[in-house]
């Protein structure tokens, strides 16, 4: 590489760039392509002495670390060499891809602002934070487990980069900040991608705590794992494109019902966003939220229980008459139907009262065969088991008959042990329950308060509302990625404001995973990237060269959609601490 000088004859103004020859096979001549420009020749004597010699100097360095990169080692070692005690020689690489989005958040910048405010705080909170996300991705488990492989990645080798307590402490820190963070969050993806809210995904999960005791957010309540240990709810919502737009916590004995609106009129408030038409599981299909998301002129899509809704509903949803079929497996139709809910109503007082309203709803209902095949084979399990049961029900407890219950009659339970007792009468298997749900294997339905009418009439369609509904899968993704891949329950924590510093962590973590699978075109699970980013590791092989042993076409991917070369064998120290570096300036 060589400094040129390009002098333009028109206006005589000189352009210096830094170039590189190389052969075109092709034409079979020398060809030069520019590396860097800096500019011109008279706009930068405003700022150097001697700019030619200034960028001289640049290029000359430039060409130096290039001899250095494709320099041969050779290396002489002993066989019989033994490892240091305590030696850490192996380190991971892969999570430089966790910086580059985390430098790209705006997250460093954010934290250094907020902890100038309170000088007290000796340790760097964004730095733990980053290592916290990191170790979280990569390395899910405790934050003592974390702190004790710090070493695997060269950001974190020093000792005395931060202690153990600093973690804890920075965690009830940065708690300050978890409606500040996820706005900051929230800005970003928009500006860089824009935000799909044509449907706002909504849902809740918990997750367990091992302890006896309750506290303020800590409650018992119905758990999703069937334990019995306090819980903490959260409420997660969505975009159209699967990114992660806000999460809420809240205690784990409050019914979840009561979480939607608020996060619906929430976004609408905080975010400025226009209409939300929130899509929901049948949990949220309440007669309040029906009814307050209608009078607010927001959007809502539910699915509605077959076996739960009228005898009326219940009938139109078996009457063939008025379905559409799609091939031999899919058929559907809908109606708008005004029907009566129950909705809660506040008096002036503060005290609640229930009143019977109407509502004009739409219903869309479909049946698959491939669903009806699907439920079939999941209840074959727990008919045999409910069978078992009749035969020999002390072979039982109501602990591992979970499921089987609904299809046995004269069995009594005694609620202190949890073992089944003698009936009066001789335990049977209900089998009219048995037919009556075998009717609506493979039957969905959906409630909405879109119509396809006006402007919407191409909007709203059967078609595209079954499609928004069955976006859901992709939050239910993301709580499995949350409690399998992050490992977010169980908590060990016990200070309120660091369980929610966890909490922010594993939705930060969740949000940095969604963005690198749109990254990489969606072509990956969680899972493989994660297993991809920890494989891109290496070992010290001498002084300070380090060898690397895996590459796939996952790596691949993930260096063309950063910018970062995962194909080197070997890579100096200088080399790797470099490319961290960059990804701190994007």
């Not at 997660?236 to 979480?259: C, Q, R, W």
């Not at 307050?292 to 077959?306: E, H, P, R, T, V």
Request: proline letters at 2%; hydrophobic letters at 30%.
């Amino acid at each position: 590489m060589y400094l040129k000088q390009t002098k333009n004859n028109k206006t005589g103004r000189v352009f210096l760039s830094m170039v590189q020859s190389y052969r075109d096979k092709e034409k079979g001549h020398s060809r030069t392509k520019t590396i860097e420009s800096f500019g011109y020749l008279d706009v930068l004597r405003k700022d150097f002495e001697d700019p030619i010699a200034h960028f001289k100097e640049i290029v000359n360095q430039r060409n130096l670390e290039q001899q250095e990169e494709q320099a041969s080692f050779s290396i002489n070692t002993n066989r019989n060499q033994l490892l240091s005690l305590n030696a850490v020689n192996r380190k991971n690489y892969g999570y430089i891809i966790i910086m580059a989005v985390y430098y790209w958040l705006g997250l460093e910048r954010f934290l250094i602002n907020r902890q100038q405010r309170d000088t007290k705080i000796e340790y760097s909170s964004h730095t733990i934070l980053k290592f916290l996300l990191i170790s979280r991705i990569l390395q899910p488990g405790s934050k003592k487990r974390a702190f004790d492989n710090k070493a695997r990645y060269f950001d974190f080798e020093r000792d005395n980069i931060f202690a153990l307590p600093d973690v804890y402490r920075c965690l009830t820190h940065i708690s300050n900040y978890e409606r500040e963070i996820q706005q900051l969050i929230y800005e970003r993806i928009s500006k860089k991608y824009g935000r799909n809210l044509d449907f706002m995904y909504y849902d809740i999960t918990n997750y367990y705590f091992e302890i006896d005791t309750e506290d303020e957010l800590r409650k018992k309540g119905f758990s999703k794992e069937n334990r019995k240990s306090p819980i903490v709810q959260m409420g997660l919502a969505m975009d159209t494109d699967g990114i992660p737009v806000s999460y809420e916590l809240f205690p784990g004995n409050e019914s979840e019902k009561l979480h939607l609106r608020p996060m619906v009129f929430k976004l609408r408030s905080k975010y400025g966003i226009g209409k939300v038409i929130a899509v929901a599981d049948s949990a949220q299909n309440t007669g309040n939220n029906i009814y307050y998301l209608d009078q607010g002129k927001q959007g809502y899509i539910f699915s509605q229980s077959i076996a739960g809704g009228s005898a009326s509903f219940k009938k139109y949803v078996t009457d063939e008459k008025g379905y559409v079929w799609e091939g031999d497996e899919f058929k559907k139709k809908s109606r708008v139907e005004r029907r009566e809910i129950n909705v809660d109503f506040e008096r002036g007082n503060g005290t609640i009262y229930k009143k019977k309203v109407m509502v004009d709803q739409r219903q869309i209902v479909f049946y698959s065969e491939k669903y009806a095949a699907r439920a079939r084979t999941k209840r074959e399990a727990v008919i045999r088991k409910a069978q078992n049961i009749v035969e020999n029900p002390g072979a039982y407890t109501k602990a591992t008959s979970y499921g089987a219950m609904k299809y046995i009659k004269n069995i009594e339970v005694n609620e202190e042990t949890g073992e089944f007792e003698k009936a009066k009468e001789i335990p049977y298997f209900d089998i009219e329950r048995l037919r009556e749900e075998e009717k609506y294997d493979g039957y969905y339905a959906i409630v909405t308060n879109l119509f396809e009418e006006g402007k919407e009439k191409e909007r709203f369609t059967d078609e595209k509302i079954i499609d928004a509904y069955r976006g859901l899968w992709r939050i239910e993704d993301s709580f499995r990625i949350t409690k399998e891949d992050l490992e977010t329950r169980p908590v060990y924590l016990s200070r309120e404001e660091r369980i929610r510093s966890h909490f922010m962590t594993c939705y930060i973590s969740l949000v940095i995973l969604r963005l690198i699978q749109k990254e990489t075109d969606s072509k990956y699970s969680a899972t493989k990237l994660i297993e991809a980013m920890n494989n891109i590791s290496c070992s010290n092989e001498a002084e300070n060269l380090f060898l690397f042993d895996y590459r796939s076409c996952v790596t691949d991917d993930l260096g063309k959609a950063f910018g970062i070369d995962f194909t080197k064998k070997r890579m100096t120290r200088k080399e790797i601490k470099k490319n961290l570096g960059s990804v701190k300036k994007n």
